[in-house]
């Protein structure tokens, strides 16, 4: 059954196009992603879907019925009612049911409906009829979903009786998306549903979404989330949507297949379009062959020639470098309680950190991972314990809320008010890496977006060349393809990284080192999540048999050996295959240039100029020396790649 239908559906923002000609269908039980960068127009999608906003043409098909739930980025509840009360709002229609319930029951013991027959039957016949659609309606259980609910979004027993208005802004978030969970939609449209929440509770939402009985439309850069969740992915890029079957993984192999089809079918019709031209050109002025000429050409005119397939929208393109390696050593953490004035919220964490470490530290919201990272990099004091430092370590520390970004200048100004030496053109040079090109420069920082603001703090540390990067949720307001460049820069990156992410696709591709904060101390996992989660499941199976203790151990050394060789394997692979790429196109980059050298040296005007000829036979000496090197290069390095899992 279909549920939703977008037909031909079109919208722009003063006289700019956002989205244009979209098509799309939910059908009930789909689970669709919607994916794309950041402003290409996802969440005005889901505004019109969900009547928060009118399209400029096209038509949105929801039939008589169908019940949609839409949950905005950053919503969240704000009322002077409780915790349970404002939850218990969703069952108003049912609570009616019930109270009404309730007074036939009174009725059916009076003794005036009780002696009467008559009276007592049409009494029972409505309260049969009421209580069967008070059960098929949920009435002997909504209290228990709620509370399971509530327990899943991190609301306990003791946080019933909190009035609404005074929890936090993650909190309130969490809550309304609890809400929305409860009032069980045929359609869940949800933007970004993943934010504000832990790890744990990111886990139970993957779960009561896998088994949602209605439909879900999602807006999400969480990519581990969307392989658990989803089953269609609409692409919004370029003000078009195009849709791929499967999981978010499955999209990007698909999208990559059909993208080097269409470029074959591109150049073999590009091909067979210059031979018709060529032909025409040639024959259509001769006597004998122009009949034949002007018949190909009504056919060059006739076909519906092929445009050229779109590759990736521009990137980001940035490294990390550094100006000096630290110590093995970096940092000790010894006996360490943090958390704020007489307050601690984690105690007794020991942790050391080594050179090249990329230790990706998780743990509940509240639990202070945040707090531990400020007070690493000295920005808040240890409540208790000691913390050792390493030789030469330089701390680079990014703010999950760009906190450091304070300037009320440009994005120009920001740069070089704290590199002053730098010239324009390199700080433009610089920028344009992180998209900001032409008038983007001289945009305040004040009203740059959150992926803005992002692109931008990354960009300061990068400058920053530090040894040691300490980052508090460094992939929070980055889509989906910052994300990878971000990780790429970071897999490349010779020093230290310790960071704070409840990205799971994240943790995985850089961490060697996991380290669970809980109350009392730090428990350390020698691998990347899904090693994290399998021996967390170890543990409590163990402690089911009743065999563990009440300490969980740490990780098996063998097992985790292996596994940090596998991601070393897998990080030097990835290394070589860049190197090997960006030799290839430089090569390719030279072939060219050299062939254009040799074409000026048979320039009939340059024949007696010997001077002339020597310069370009001195270039084309030159180039061809690099591209002779470079192939040599290129060739070790495909022999390391052989050798690499031989």
Known sequence: MIILQVNGLSKSFSGTDILNNVRLEVQHRDRVALVGRNGAGKSTLLKIIAGEMSPDSGDIIIPKGVRIGYLEQHAGIDSERTVWEEMMTVYEPLRKLEGRLRELEMEMAAPAVYENNLEYERVMKEYDALQIEFKDSGGYQYESDCRSVLHGMRFYQEDYEKSVHLLSGGQKTRLALAKMLLSKPDLLILDEPTNHLDIETLGWLEKYLISYEGAILIVSHDRYFLDQIVTVVYEVSRRKVTKYTGNYSAYLDEKAKNYERDQKLFEREATERAKLE??????????????????????????????????????????????????????????????????????????????????????????????????????????????????????????????????????????????????????????????????????????????????????????????????????????????????????????????????????????????????????????????????????????????????????????????????????????????????EKKMSSLDEEITHLQEELLIPEFADDHVKLMDLQAQIDARQEEHDLLAEQWLEWQEELELLYS
């Open 278 to 583: 060529d032909f025409i050109q040639r024959n259509i002025a001769r006597a004998s062959t122009s009949k034949m000429a002007k018949s190909r050409r009504k056919q060059l005119e006739r076909t519906e020639w092929m445009e050229a397939p779109d590759g990736n929208e521009k990137s980001a393109t940035f490294s990390f470098d550094i100006e000096r390696q630290s110590g093995n050593d970096v940092l000790a953490l010894q006996d360490v309680s943090i958390g704020y004035g007489d307050h601690p919220v984690s105690r007794h964490i020991n942790l050391h950190v080594y050179k090249e470490d990329r230790i990706a530290i998780i743990g509940p919201n509240g639990i202070g991972k945040s707090t531990l990272l400020k007070t690493i990099v000295k920005k808040q004091p240890a409540l208790h314990g000691e913390i050792r430092y390493g030789t030469n370590v330089q701390f680079g520390y990014y703010d999950q809320n760009q906190a450091t970004i304070i300037g009320t200048g440009t994005v120009l100004q920001e740069i070089w008010d704290e590199w002053p030496l730098m010239n324009e053109k390199d700080v433009r040079s610089l920028l344009g890496r992180f998209l900001f090109s032409g008038e983007d420069v001289e945009k305040p920082v004040a009203s740059l977006s959150g992926g803005e603001k992002a692109r931008l703090s990354l960009a300061k540390l990068m400058l920053e060349k530090s040894n040691t990067l300490v980052l508090d949720e460094p992939t929070n307001h980055l889509d989906l393809d910052s994300k990878e460049v971000l990780e790429n820069a970071l897999d490349d990156f010779p020093g230290t990284i310790v960071f704070v992410s409840h990205d799971r696709y994240f943790i995985n591709r850089l961490a060697t080192k996991v380290i669970d904060i809980h109350e009392d101390g730090a428990t350390e996992y020698l691998g990347d999540y899904d090693y994290f989660l399998e021996k967390k499941a170890e543990q409590t199976e163990l402690m089911a048999d009743g065999q563990g203790s009440g300490a969980a151990p740490v990780a098996d050394r063998t097992n985790a050996s292996r596994n940090e060789l596998d991601k070393e394997l897998k990080r030097q692979e990835r290394k070589l295959t860049r190197a090997i790429e960006d030799a």
